[in-house]
């Protein structure tokens, strides 16, 4: 009897806050991989600029800052619900980098080609290791191309909104359900008309319509397809 194996590169992309983390890392635990949200780098990257001030419309400064940074992903150190550890020189900024500013910010750094393309490399070395779910925007499409599964979820800017709103308040932080909604449709456009490596589905993704499904049910299906 042959033993169906896995696909060993899952690449997962999506709009903002359609549940790609809790997704990827559902599905990284239990085929035993690593989980790697590349957001979080680009995300790093805004929240070094605003802490030093940099000028973010300047496409220069900002991507001499990418190629200098010493990001680090290591694997969870505390048990505050997040997924990994980040980590900028010794600092810890895991939680700083999902500050309301970073988010206001992030799409404008990550459009710049110089930012992405010092990002992407890293990430792509370490993706084509296999036995990894990376979650992003451009992963099927750019970063690796050649992976096994290609997952594409969506779901519409109001429940994306709900989402990321409970999120919040789960955290305990006071949130804006409007607020919210304005700037996830702010970023979806801005992630999906830049020149470089814009958000959509690759060709060959499976896209999924998360609006009218639980997580549980996401990850039921997502399972189907890696046997
Ligand atoms: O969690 P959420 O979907 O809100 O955002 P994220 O995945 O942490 O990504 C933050 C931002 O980084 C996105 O809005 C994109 O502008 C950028 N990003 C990107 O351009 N390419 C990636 N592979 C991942 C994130």
């Not at 996830?184 to 060709?203: F, G, Y």
Request: with cysteine; net charge neutral; charged share 30%.
């Amino acid at each position: 009897m042959t033993k169906n194996i896995p696909p060993s590169i899952i690449a997962l992309d999506g709009p903002a806050a359609s549940g790609k983390s809790t997704l990827g890392r559902t599905l990284a635990d239990s085929l035993g991989y690593l989980f790697f949200d590349t957001g979080v780098m680009y995300r790093a990257i805004t929240w070094i600029a605003l802490q030093h001030d940099l000028n973010l419309r300047d496409e220069t400064v900002i991507t001499e800052l990418a190629q200098k940074a010493q990001i680090d992903i290591r694997p969870p150190s505390k048990n505050d619900g997040r997924a990994c550890d980040v980590i900028l020189g010794d600092k810890d900024v895991t939680w700083d980098i999902r500050d309301g500013k970073v988010e206001a910010n992030v799409s404008v750094v990550s459009a710049y080609a110089g930012v992405r393309r010092a990002l992407s490399e890293h990430q792509r070395r370490i993706g084509m290791r296999g036995r990894i779910v990376m979650v992003g925007r451009d992963i099927g499409t750019v970063v690796l191309p050649e992976a096994d599964l290609k997952i594409y979820l969506d779901a519409s800017a109001e429940e994306r909104a709900r989402r990321r709103y409970d999120e919040i308040i789960a955290r305990g932080e006071k949130a804006d359900y409007d607020e919210i909604l304005k700037k996830v449709i702010e970023r979806d456009h801005i992630d999906s008309t830049r020149a470089v490596a814009p958000l959509r589905p690759a060709d060959d993704a499976v896209i999924i319509d998360s609006d009218k499904m639980n997580a549980g049910q996401v990850v039921a299906r997502v399972m189907e397809l890696c046997k």
